[in-house]
């Protein structure tokens, strides 16, 4: 389980920064080195589960969040979108000037 995960986060890299060597190269070294420091673990180690589910969804959104921009020479950013990025629908900013975001009856500056 921890071998596909580890591909899945590699595969995830390539896919969020491609082109863009230094960028993958610094984040597969992060990744060894984040897996390194639980390579002692054994398989029925309490701390593997929540360790592979959270290689899992770092290389979800790493997948699906992360979008790379590039600088045009018309002084635009370029994003590189695509078809696993995931695409909300804005309703938040279609909202009237001043409503707030209500999610389960709280606003984003309750506690």
Known sequence: MALV??????RSTRLAFGGDMQLIRAARTETRNAFLKNAALAPTDPQLGPAIAHAKEVAKILRE????G???????????IHEHTERG???????PK???VVVDGKKCLDK
Do not use: S
């Not at 995960?5 to 590699?10: K, P, S, T, V």
């Not at 969040?65 to 790379?68: F, T």
């Open 5 to 10: 995960a580890y591909r899945n986060i590699l």
């Open 65 to 68: 969040n992360v979008v790379q």
């Open 89 to 95: 629908d804005n309703d938040t900013v279609k909202m």
């Open 70 to 80: 590039k600088l045009d020479e018309a002084g635009k950013y370029k994003l590189r």
């Open 98 to 100: 001043g409503q707030k």
